[in-house]
């Protein structure tokens, strides 16, 4: 499975965005999919996952109320869509796929998630 980020880039304290994460084959009903973001010289850490049919979510709590996650499946893509941003919301953005279980993908660990996409980043500045 290739995972293909876009939507970031340079945006105003305040302002939105929406990422989106295209995957190279079906992921409804097989795939998770989660967005992680990393900061230069911190670890990658989880913002947001949606389960395969897209009727579970969960949020790193940071982002709760601000990011929406979703997904359009006909078009195997996943949105993170951002809102009222922040400078500390400024970093590479990675999504990435899972085929475990909630129970696993749900906490972010890495080792649960098998594909990867190459990052979009995001800078939030005035």
């Known amino acids: 499975l290739e995972l293909v980020e876009s939507g970031g880039g340079l945006v105003q304290p305040g302002g939105s965005l929406r990422l989106s994460c295209a995957a190279s084959?079906?992921?409804?009903?097989?795939?998770?999919i989660g967005w992680f973001r990393q900061v230069p010289g911190k670890e990658r850490g989880g913002v947001a996952c949606?389960?395969?049919?897209?009727?579970?979510?969960k949020y790193e709590d940071s982002v709760k109320g601000r990011f929406t996650i979703s997904r359009d499946d006909a078009k195997n893509t996943v949105f993170l869509q951002m809102n009222d941003l922040k400078p500390e919301d400024t970093a590479v953005y990675y999504c990435?796929?899972?085929?475990?279980?909630?129970?696993?993908?749900?906490?972010?660990?890495?080792?649960?998630?098998?594909?990867w996409g190459q990052g979009t980043p995001v800078t939030v500045s005035s």
């Open positions: 084959e079906v992921i409804s009903g097989y795939y998770a």
């Open positions: 990435a796929a899972s085929r475990y279980g909630w129970n696993f993908y749900s906490n972010f660990n890495e080792r649960f998630y098998e594909d």
């Open positions: 949606i389960n395969p049919n897209g009727g579970s979510t």
